[in-house]
């Protein structure tokens, strides 16, 4: 199980790097354009000093066609590091943009997916990810935890090695139903994990723990005092 951060926001990436088993991070043009007017590849650089190279860095193409879209992939790669997953969505032009980045061993993310045969495609194709948006769907009235399930079930049969990198979440809830529908991997904004710790009954519940203690040991008493 792995979990991504989607956001650009470098002090995000600090904070939650720290906090969380952080599997790597996500961006897509809409995201890098809530951080402003940014020197782009020296802050994606800058992602990728906080995470390590032992963490996975998304980074989406924004060309529409074929050659745009190669052009931006091999920029990317050469302008932040050659371990980037290049983020492609999957239409006509990003299925043949994902299956030659892969002749030449290119990590690939399929971006972009609200239907089950997009999935296969990329599944064919080679992809490294597939992220179907699980919101999205729901949206437009697809039920992304069936659609999650037999994407699942067309990794095991094909035995491919492509992750189900499930995106576009509004709660807990969504991310929860996409891991247990078969997603390996979830990337999310920081508002969604902030979310999973807000209940009060957890709040209660470390609040008590210390009273307990206290009661026994003394206010302010700690472990390694004693």
Excluded: C
């Amino acid at each position: 199980m792995e979990f991504l951060l989607d956001t650009a926001n470098l002090e995000e990436i600090k904070q939650y790097e720290a906090i969380i088993p952080l599997a790597g991070v996500t961006s897509n043009p809409s995201i890098v354009k809530k951080e402003g007017k940014i020197q782009f590849f020296d802050h994606m650089k800058s992602i990728r000093n906080i995470i390590g190279r032992d963490k996975s860095l998304h980074v989406q193409v924004v060309a529409n066609d074929y050659e745009g879209m190669m052009k931006d992939a091999e920029t990317i790669l050469a302008k932040i590091d050659p371990e980037v997953f290049i983020k492609v969505p999957v239409n006509q032009e990003g299925i043949k943009v994902i299956k030659a980045l892969k002749q030449k061993n290119v990590n690939t993310t399929a971006t972009a997916i609200y239907t089950k045969f997009q999935a296969y495609l990329a599944i064919a194709a080679g992809a490294d990810y597939i992220a179907p948006y699980f919101n999205r769907m729901e949206n437009l009235n697809i039920d992304p935890r069936s659609a999650i399930e037999e994407m699942a079930k067309e990794i095991t049969r094909t035995e491919s090695k492509t992750k189900i990198l499930a995106a576009s979440f509004k709660n807990v809830g969504q991310v929860n139903a996409a891991l247990e529908a078969g997603a390996q991997a979830a990337t999310m904004g920081v508002d969604i994990i902030q979310q999973a710790f807000v209940m009060p009954s957890i709040e209660k519940a470390v609040v008590d723990f210390t009273t307990d203690w206290e009661a026994i040991f003394g206010v302010d008493s700690k472990i390694f005092n004693l």
